[in-house]
């Protein structure tokens, strides 16, 4: 399976697995307490929604920290072991990183599953998923390496301090939606997607980690996959509105709804509840027809339940609140006099006054060093009028001097210099070395056709205008044909994009293929920017190297160069 040079970013992929501290035989199908059992049963086996298979009987492979995965993945600490298989934060000592992995024996019964699973959730490359890495079968072992985001926080982690505020669940319910959606139109379905399983970063972005593959591993199924992920994802929406799960039982560190009163609205459970997103839970938990009170139609799948947040108001984040400074940090302009009524008895006059030393330059000491910095500027005055004088004269009396080196012989007047001349581009090739190498590299000659109206475009890039989080940046490549001065590079884009003109070493042979042979020379953003070296560059590469993307519309970001330009 082709590598992915994503930075690894994770958690390890127990979503909602007890601790290795259980023991095995304590341990549930699903690896949360027991008590989880009833509630999943009275949410999904009534329906027929979702039916796991019978535990396995394969013992778990005898691993241990520091044991090697295809010579590369070392193991450090197991997360979870339970049914068979177990997952483990470990590191590639190839590209140095955490990452985290899933192992299991080659003969259990759910390794073909796995395997089928991870593939095709590599090959989505979404980036509001977790992405998976590797999914090998190699010495009598199957496993599975997925990114470890040290910086994300588990959802169930942020509910344990209480519920999230309306602006923050409003982001999860979107965001989730949006991407299970994406998921559910390549054929993939989560069908465990607990709070374990969805996870925000430092940046406030939510990834889902797992999909398909937890199903795989735990041997779990569904007759109508978009209800189960769709009712999930509703669930998930009710416990960040009300931390209670919206079930009768306990489950993942969350207080069940009480026994005999049903399903019942998020803004009953809580006061303050917002009323928009109350009905979206009800709309996405109810898929039997009772819904919120509205009586709207229910979401059945992830897309309806998209296009229904869409819809709503957008919510927006709370005002932040002024805090007045302490007192320690008032200006002295609120310590003084200033502003003060007039009439303050003579003691609190004297007081103030003896927290403020005199003026400077009132002592004798000070006249003294007054009169020598004049004296000192004067003289500096006088010494500077000479000069320029003795300039100006014998510019205009001597002919052998140094500037007439700025005049020609005919009419001594200066020496334009020459007009830029545009350098032809021989070849252009597309440049991701941190990604998977290849960037619509048919388009890539339209940029220097000459014609305004054609572009190269970059990949989709989905939640942030930098790659979606996901690498640096990418470019072409400029092949000048021999080594040039390089003065000026004008790029034509579609969108404010920032880039960044980079130029190979004047010695090199062929067309680099990594960004540590280019250095950058020159910078800039917007529609139509001009790059200028310092001085000029003798490369025969260089490298339009973009580092932040327009948006494309919604929550995906584009880059498109429309023409590239090159003089001396």
């Known amino acids: 399976m082709a590598e992915r040079s994503t930075t690894a970013v994770d958690v390890a992929d127990n979503s909602g697995d007890e601790p290795l501290t259980a023991k095995a035989g304590e341990a549930t199908a699903d690896g949360v307490a027991k008590a989880q059992d009833p509630a999943d049963k009275s949410a999904r086996e009534a329906d027929g929604e979702r039916k796991a298979a019978e535990p ?26 339970l049914d068979g298989f177990s997952s483990w934060r470990a590191v590639d000592e190839k590209l140095r990183r955490a990452v985290g992995v899933h192992v299991l024996p080659a003969d259990h019964s759910r390794a073909r599953s796995v395997l089928a699973a991870a593939r095709s959730s590599a090959l989505l490359g979404d980036p509001r998923f977790v992405q998976v890495l590797d999914a090998v079968e190699e010495n009598d072992l199957v496993y599975v390496v997925h990114e470890w985001l040290p910086d994300a926080t588990e959802l169930t982690t942020l509910l344990a301090s209480g519920p999230l505020e309306a602006h923050d669940a409003y982001q999860l319910v979107s965001q ?27 940046t406030g972005q939510y990834r889902i980690r797992g999909l398909a593959v937890n199903a795989a591993l735990r041997g779990i199924s569904a007759e109508r996959p978009q209800r189960t992920d769709t009712e999930a994802i509703g669930a998930l929406l009710y416990a960040a509105l009300t931390q209670r799960w919206p079930y009768e039982n306990d489950a993942h560190g969350l207080s069940g709804l009480p026994k005999g009163v049903g399903l019942i609205a998020p803004d009953q459970v809580r006061a303050g509840v917002h009323r928009g ?98 004296a000192l500027l004067i003289a500096a005055l006088g010494l500077g009028s000479w000069q320029l004088a003795e300039a100006v004269l014998g510019r205009g009396g001597n002919s052998g001097d140094t ?84 003065g000026k590079v004008d790029v034509t884009f579609v969108g404010n994009t920032k880039v960044e003109l980079r130029a190979a070493a004047a010695d090199a042979s062929s067309r680099p293929t990594s ?18 070296p310092g001085k000029a560059a003798e490369a025969r590469y260089v490298l339009v190297w973009l580092t932040d993307l327009p948006s494309d519309g919604g929550d995906s970001y584009r880059g498109r160069i429309s023409e590239i330009k090159v003089s001396t």
């Not at 005898?62 to 993945?73: D, F």
């Not at 991407?179 to 969805?198: D, N, Q, S």
């Not at 039997?288 to 339940?305: F, H, I, K, M, V």
């Open 277 to 374: 997103l109350s009905e979206l839970a009800m709309r996405a938990l109810a898929n039997d027809g009772a819904t919120a009170s509205r009586q709207e139609p229910p979401c059945t799948t992830p897309d309806e339940l998209a296009k229904a947040v869409a819809a709503m108001p957008r919510v927006r984040p709370p005002e932040p609140t002024f805090t007045a400074p302490p007192e320690y940090q008032r200006t002295t302009y609120q310590q003084g006099t200033y502003g003060r009524p007039p009439g303050l008895p003579t003691t609190a006059t004297a007081q103030v006054a003896a927290h403020h030393p005199p003026r400077p330059l009132q002592s004798r000491t000070g006249k003294v060093l007054k009169w020598a910095v004049s």
């Open 403 to 486: 500037d007439s080196s700025e005049t020609n012989q005919t009419g001594g007047k200066p020496v334009k210099p020459a007009p830029p001349k545009p350098i032809a581009i021989e070849d252009a090739t597309d440049f991701d070395p941190l990604g998977d190498g290849a960037e619509k590299p048919r388009d890539v000659p339209k940029t220097y056709d000459g014609d305004p109206g054609t572009y190269w475009q970059t990949d989709a890039y989905y939640g942030f205008s930098n790659f979606g989080n996901k690498k640096k940046g990418l470019g072409l490549i400029l092949d000048l044909g021999k080594v040039q001065k390089v």
């Open 56 to 81: 396995p009987t394969v013992a778990t492979p005898e691993l241990h920290s520091g044991h090697k995965l295809a010579r590369r993945y070392r193991l450090e600490e197991c997360v979870t072991r």
């Open 515 to 532: 960004l540590d042979a280019f250095s950058k020379v020159a910078e800039g953003s917007g529609t139509s920017v001009s790059l200028k």
């Open 176 to 202: 989730v939606s949006q991407a299970m959606a994406a998921a559910h139109r390549e054929g993939l379905a989560h069908l465990r997607l607990t709070p374990g399983a969805v996870l925000r970063s430092s």
